[in-house]
């Protein structure tokens, strides 16, 4: 049974920067296209951030320039590096493998002063 956890979530302020991971139970995590999503309150998941097994990432235009997603293949974890936070990023943010459509638990993270 393959599992996602992720960490990292919190409260922050405007401005600010949080470093979300997820580390991925399993085999053959290198060749797995790997992405964040994230869910506010009343509205649908969204996408955020993808990184192919290459390495090559893809944003959403909402988040391009200040979030910055990488991977450690040694390590079975994908990252999502948060900078220049604004109070519309509060959401849920959930790790997911898009090949079999794994989620993680999701963790919090809300920007407010």
């Known amino acids: 049974q393959v599992q996602l956890v992720e960490s990292g979530g919190g409260l922050v302020q405007p401005g600010g920067s949080l470093r979300l991971s997820c580390l991925v139970s399993g085999s053959m995590f290198s060749v797995y296209y790997m992405d964040w999503y994230r869910q506010a309150p009343g509205k649908q998941r969204e996408l955020v951030a993808g990184?192919?097994?290459?390495?090559?990432?893809n944003y959403a235009d909402s988040v391009k320039g200040r979030f910055t997603v990488s991977r450690d293949n040694a390590k079975n974890m994908v990252y999502l590096q948060m900078n220049s936070l604004k109070p519309e990023d509060t959401a849920v943010y959930y790790c997911h493998r898009l090949y079999d459509n794994y989620w993680g638990q999701g963790t919090q993270v809300t920007v407010s002063s």
């Open positions: 990184i192919s097994s290459g390495g090559g990432t």
